[in-house]
C-alpha cells in the first residue's frame, strides 16, 4: 500500500507514501526527491537505522511555520518498533530537522498525527508483537515546545483505550485548521465504538478530551465527554467483500467502519467544529458516512450527517476537510464491475442544505487498469488505507487532494499518485487538450506513441478512425499499433479527448499520423543490345522520392537520376558479353531502408557482322591482347582474299586485299593508333568469311 498523504505550506506542497516522499513548489514543480524519509534522520544515528519504515505522516504546523514527519518503524519479525518524528527547524522544508525517536514495547501500528497548539499528537493500535493479538488502542501527545526548540529529549504522555472488540478502533487526534483557537483547549480524540453488547453493530461516534500537563505530567487528563449515536449499521467480517473491480476477480479492500484520516477541527465565530468520514456497507455496496459535529455551547453535538451513495458505484476509503468559509471538500476512491478504482470528489458550500453533498461527483483522475495488490491474508487487494484532503494555510479556502490510483500496468502493486488542487468558491477551469503535431512514421515502426497536452483535465481518451489498436489509451502519452488498413491507407486519424472537472465538459483535438512505407525498386527485365546500340532502361520504384542507376561495368548513363535513363555500354561491357546494371530506391522522411534491384544487359557483336565459319579459312593474331604491333596469319584456297579491322561500332577502319602465297597470308598490322577497346579482324574470301576479336590495350 502507498498509504499517500500529504500537506500545504505557503510556498510547497509535500507528499509521503511508504518509504519516500517529494517537495513540490505550489505551481506543480518537483524541487526535491523522491527520497527515502529515511534521510531526514540521517544524522540521527541509533538502533532504529536498519529497520523497516512504514506508515510516513507529513504535516505543516501552521502555528508555528514549520513542518513536521511521523513514521514507525519495526523489524522483519516486528518484535521492535519505535516511532519516529522530525520536526524543521526552520519553514523551509528542505532545511535541517529536530529528530527524534521513541520505543514501543508493543507493535504501534497504524500511527496518525495530529498538530494541535499544546502539543503533537499520534495515535496508535496497539498490537502483540509478531503481529499477534489487538490489545487497545492508544493515544499520544509529545511536548512540542520542545520539539520547535530542538530539546534533545522531548516528553511523552499517553492513554490507552481499552475495548474488548477489535473491529472498533482507530481512533483519530483532531487535527487544527484556522488561527483561532480558545487557550488551554483540550484536543479531541474521536473513535467508532459500540456501547450494546446485545448489538454490536449499533455504532457511535465517541469522543475524547486529552488536556497534557507539562509541568506534572501525571495531572494530565483523558475523558470521554460525547457519545454521538450513528445508528445500526450493516455487520461486516473482516473488513467485508471489498469492492469489485474490472478483470480482475479480487475485490479491493475498502477499510470500513473505522474513520479516515483527518479528523479535522476548526474555531468559527459561534461554535467549534469536527468533521470526518468513514466507508460503510449497505449489504449491496460501500458508501461514505461524513459528520460535522459542532460544539457552541457545553457539549458536542451531531450538527449534520449524510450517506454519500449517489448511485450503485462502490466509494470508499474517504478523506474529509472543512475551509475557513464552512465548505467542506470530500475526496475518495470508487470502482465497480465496469469502473476501474478512480479518484473520484464531491463537496458541498456552507449555505448549502445540511446532510448532503451538493456538488455533483468529479472524477479528479480515472483509474487506468484493476488494482494489482493482493493480499493472500484478506484474499483481496490492499488499497491505500487513506487519502489526505488538506486545506491551503494561505487562503484557508483551497483544498489540497491526493490519492492513489492503479496505472496502466498489470504488475504486481501497480500504483500511481495525483495531487489535486480544489477550489469550491470558483468557477471550473475550461478544459483543454492537444493531440500533438502531425507526425511521419515509418511502416517499420509498429508502435506510436502520442505527444498529447491537456489543461485542467481528470480523464484521457485516445481513438483512431483506422484499424490499428492502442496498448494504452488514456493517458497523454498512449502507445498506438498502426494496423494494415492504415499502412494501406498511408495515414491515420489519432484523436483525444479530454474530459474536465465539471461534469459533461471535454476538449477534444486530433492529429494525422501518415505511414511511409518502405521504398520498393525494379530495374526493368534483363535484355539484349548489339555493341553497336545504347540501352533505353525501364526503372520502376515505388515509395521513393529518390533513385538512381549505378554499374561496374564502363559504360554511361546519360542522368542515372531517370529511370528511363540512357545507357551506353563501354569497351570493357562489351568485351565481357555482358553488364549488370542498378537501380536503388532511397527511403521516404521516417523510413531508413533502402531497396535496389539488378538487370543484366547482354551485349552481342555488331549486327552487321556476319559470322560465316568455314574450314577453307583459318585466321590467327598475335599477341591478342596487344598494344603495338599484331601479326597476322591466315591460309585460303583462293588467291586474292580481303582482310578489314572493324571496331566495335561496325565502322571499318582498315581495309586491304592481298594474294597469298601457297595459300598464306603473313601480314603485320600497327595498331598503336587505334583508342583501347575491343575490335574485329575479319577475313573474307570469294565463298567464306571468318571473323576473330582483337582487344587493343
Not at 100 to 126: A, Q, R
Not at 383 to 403: E, L
Request: proline residues 6%.
Amino acid at each position: 500500500m502507498a498509504d499517500p498523504n500529504g500537506d500545504v505550506s505557503p510556498d510547497h506542497y509535500i507528499q509521503s507514501v511508504n518509504s519516500s516522499f517529494a517537495v513540490w513548489d505550489k505551481n506543480g514543480n518537483i524541487v526535491y526527491g523522491p527520497v527515502d524519509y529515511k534521510s531526514l534522520w540521517e544524522g540521527f544515528p541509533g538502533p532504529w537505522t536498519n529497520l523497516i519504515w512504514c506508515d510516513p505522516i507529513f504535516k505543516y504546523d501552521r502555528l508555528a511555520d514549520r513542518w513536521v514527519i511521523s513514521t514507525m518503524a519495526l523489524n522483519n519479525s516486528w518484535t521492535v518498533f519505535y516511532t519516529m518524528v522530525a520536526v524543521s527547524e526552520s519553514p523551509d522544508p528542505l532545511g535541517a530537522y529536530n529528530c527524534y525517536g521513541f520505543e514501543f514495547d508493543n507493535m504501534n501500528d497504524y500511527p496518525k498525527l495530529s498538530i494541535w497548539p499544546n502539543g503533537y499528537y499520534i495515535t496508535y493500535n496497539i498490537f502483540e508483537p509478531g503481529g499477534g493479538d489487538f490489545f487497545h488502542s492508544l493515544v499520544t501527545v509529545i511536548d512540542r515546545e520542545a520539539m520547535l526548540a530542538g530539546v534533545p529529549v522531548a516528553t511523552v504522555i499517553e492513554f490507552e483505550i481499552f475495548d474488548s472488540d477489535s473491529d472498533l478502533f482507530f481512533p483519530l487526534p483532531a487535527d487544527f485548521y484556522g488561527t483561532e483557537i480558545p487557550a488551554e483547549l483540550p484536543c479531541y480524540i474521536t473513535n467508532v465504538n459500540n456501547h450494546d453488547p446485545g448489538n454490536p453493530w449499533n455504532l457511535s461516534l465517541d469522543i475524547y478530551a486529552f488536556e497534557p500537563d507539562w509541568d506534572t505530567p501525571a495531572n494530565s487528563t483523558f475523558e470521554q465527554i460525547s457519545q454521538l449515536g450513528i445508528g445500526e449499521v450493516e455487520p461486516l467480517i473482516n473488513y467485508g467483500p471489498g469492492a469489485p473491480q474490472p478483470n480482475n476477480p479480487n475485490n479491493v479492500i475498502t477499510i470500513p467502519v473505522y474513520l479516515m484520516y483527518p479528523l479535522s477541527y476548526r474555531v468559527f465565530e459561534n461554535y467549534e467544529t469536527m468533521v470526518c468520514s468513514h466507508t460503510l456497507w449497505d449489504g449491496d455496496i460501500h458508501y461514505i458516512k461524513w459528520y460535522e459535529i459542532r460544539k457552541d455551547d457545553m457539549d458536542w453535538y451531531m450538527y449534520q450527517t449524510g450517506n454519500y451513495a449517489p448511485d450503485n458505484t462502490h466509494r470508499y476509503q474517504p478523506s474529509i476537510n472543512i475551509n475557513s468559509r464552512g465548505d467542506i471538500a470530500l475526496g475518495y476512491t470508487a470502482s465497480d464491475e465496469t469502473t476501474f478504482p478512480s479518484v473520484r470528489m464531491t463537496g458541498r458550500r456552507a449555505d448549502d442544505p445540511l446532510g448532503e453533498m451538493t456538488f455533483q461527483e468529479i472524477e479528479l483522475f480515472t483509474g487506468l487498469n484493476y488494482i494489482n495488490t493482493y493480499d493472500s491474508y484478506y484474499g483481496a487487494n490492499r488499497w491505500g488505507d487513506y487519502a489526505s484532503m488538506m486545506v491551503d494555510p494561505v487562503d484557508d479556502t483551497t483544498f489540497w487532494f491526493t490519492n492513489m490510483y492503479p496505472t496502466a500496468e498489470t504488475n504486481l502493486g501497480n500504483w500511481g499518485t495525483r495531487i489535486f488542487k480544489i477550489n469550491l468558491t470558483e468557477e471550473f477551469e475550461t478544459v483543454t487538450a492537444y493531440a500533438g503535431a502531425d507526425t511521419v512514421i515509418c511502416e517499420d515502426d509498429y508502435i506510436f506513441t502520442t505527444q498529447g497536452d491537456a489543461l485542467n483535465y481528470n480523464s484521457i481518451l485516445w481513438t483512431s478512425n483506422g484499424d490499428g489498436v492502442f496498448l494504452t489509451n488514456n493517458s497523454l502519452n498512449s502507445k498506438y499499433i498502426r494496423g494494415n488498413g492504415d499502412i494501406e491507407n498511408g495515414e491515420v486519424m489519432l484523436t483525444i479527448q479530454a474530459g474536465g472537472y465539471e461534469p459533461g465538459s471535454a476538449a477534444i483535438d486530433s492529429m494525422m499520423l501518415y505511414i511511409n512505407k518502405n521504398p520498393e525498386a525494379y530495374a526493368g527485365p534483363n535484355d539484349t543490345i548489339f555493341s553497336n546500340e545504347s540501352y533505353t532502361l525501364q526503372g520502376e520504384v515505388e515509395f521513393s522520392t529518390e533513385h538512381e542507376w549505378t554499374t561496374i561495368g564502363d559504360g554511361t548513363f546519360n542522368d542515372p537520376f531517370l529511370l528511363d535513363a540512357i545507357y551506353t555500354p563501354g569497351a570493357d561491357d562489351i568485351s565481357a558479353g555482358e553488364v549488370e546494371l542498378t537501380l536503388t530506391a532511397y527511403p521516404m522522411q521516417a523510413c531508413q531502408d533502402i531497396d535496389d534491384d539488378d538487370m543484366t544487359l547482354t551485349i552481342e557483336l555488331y549486327s552487321g557482322l556476319e559470322f560465316v565459319e568455314s574450314d577453307e579459312l583459318q585466321l590467327k593474331i598475335s599477341p591478342n591482347p596487344a598494344t603495338g604491333t599484331v601479326n597476322i596469319t591466315g591460309s585460303s584456297p583462293e588467291g586474292d582474299i580481303t582482310l578489314q579491322v572493324i571496331n566495335s561500332t561496325g565502322k571499318i577502319i582498315f581495309n586491304g586485299i592481298f594474294k597469298t602465297e601457297g595459300n598464306q597470308l603473313n601480314r603485320q598490322l600497327d595498331i598503336t593508333y587505334l583508342k583501347n577497346g575491343i575490335y574485329y579482324v575479319r577475313l573474307t574470301s570469294s565463298s567464306a568469311a571468318t571473323t576473330i576479336k582483337l582487344i587493343k590495350l
